[in-house]
């Protein structure tokens, strides 16, 4: 979750900026590669369009502040291995001068980036399957009707 706060941002344009973010990443990857919310383990299994979190873990109350994130599975055309990514991927965020940070868990090695706007995009690499998790700057919540759309997948521009 981003600290930082912007009180003109909707859940809307979080969302495509958050996708934007996204799909930027990929520009460094071959051809064919893409985002998929859809599970390679069991296809029948999807992450969320999205979601909104509160940005203040012990203030629960419909007045505060929101983040919007959302996680996709990388995935390479046939023929190309999705463990050579992370380095590519990495790379190209350092080239933006994107603060980074690397820290590993127990299945996965992670690097954080966080743009000059407070969007923040982690890179989770477990080996065979690696993953892109994005989020936004708080914001104030939304209506409760307006909900997350992300689309299931991202093409590479």
Do not use: H
């Not at 495509?16 to 990929?26: F, G, K, P, R, Y």
């Not at 051809?31 to 383990?41: E, K, M, P």
């Not at 590993?104 to 966080?114: D, F, G, K, L």
């Amino acid at each position: 979750m981003s600290a930082d706060f912007d009180p003109t941002l909707t859940r809307s344009a979080a969302q495509a900026q958050v996708i934007d973010n996204l799909t930027n990443s990929l520009e460094p990857l071959p051809a064919g590669s893409y985002l998929t919310r859809r599970s390679a383990v069991d296809p029948t299994r999807m992450q969320s369009a999205g979601a909104t979190v509160p940005c203040d873990d012990s203030n629960l109350s419909e007045n505060t502040s929101v983040d919007y994130n959302v996680r996709y599975y990388l995935r390479a055309a046939q023929g190309q291995e999705v463990e050579t990514f992370a380095d590519l991927i990495n790379s190209a965020w350092k080239q933006r001068n994107w603060a980074t940070r690397t820290f590993t868990t127990a299945s996965s090695t992670n690097t954080e980036v966080i743009s000059p706007t407070g969007y923040r995009m982690i890179l989770e690499d477990g080996g065979s399957t690696v993953s892109l998790v994005g989020s936004s700057p708080c914001f104030p919540r939304p209506d409760i009707n307006d909900r997350p759309d992300a689309p299931e997948t991202i093409e590479r521009p």
